[in-house]
C-alpha cells in the first residue's frame, strides 16, 4: 500500500557557527560560489537553518562545512556548525 502523508514540522534551531564562517571575506566567498546572502552573516544563519529542514542528514552543509549536536560526547573539532534542535512540533496527516 502507498499512501501520500503531508508532514508540517515546526521547530528551533540554536546554531553556533564559527567565526570563520561568518567574515566578510567568507560570505563573499561563499556568494561567489553558492547564492547572494545580502552579504550578511544572518543570511548564511537563515541558510544553514533551512538545510535542517531540507535534509535529512544534517551533518554536512554544503558551503559552510561539517556540523554536530552541540552536546555531542565525541566533538569533530573540523565541525564549523554547532547545533541543538528546540521546540520540535510535527504534525502529520495522511492524504487521499
Given at each position: 500500500m502507498k499512501k501520500t502523508v503531508e508532514v508540517t514540522?515546526?521547530?528551533e534551531v540554536e546554531l553556533d557557527i564559527a567565526d570563520e564562517h561568518l567574515t566578510p571575506e567568507s560570505i563573499a566567498e561563499f556568494e561567489s560560489f553558492m547564492f547572494d546572502v545580502g552579504g550578511?552573516?544572518?543570511g548564511i544563519f537563515k541558510y544553514v537553518?533551512?538545510?535542517f529542514a531540507d535534509q535529512s542528514d544534517p551533518r554536512f552543509v554544503e558551503g559552510v562545512g561539517k556540523a554536530e549536536w552541540e552536546k555531542t560526547c565525541d566533538p569533530d573539532a573540523e565541525a564549523a556548525i554547532k547545533y541543538q534542535v528546540r521546540?520540535?512540533?510535527v504534525d502529520a496527516e495522511v492524504m487521499e
Open positions: 514540522m515546526t521547530f550578511s552573516q544572518d537553518a533551512s538545510q521546540n520540535l512540533e
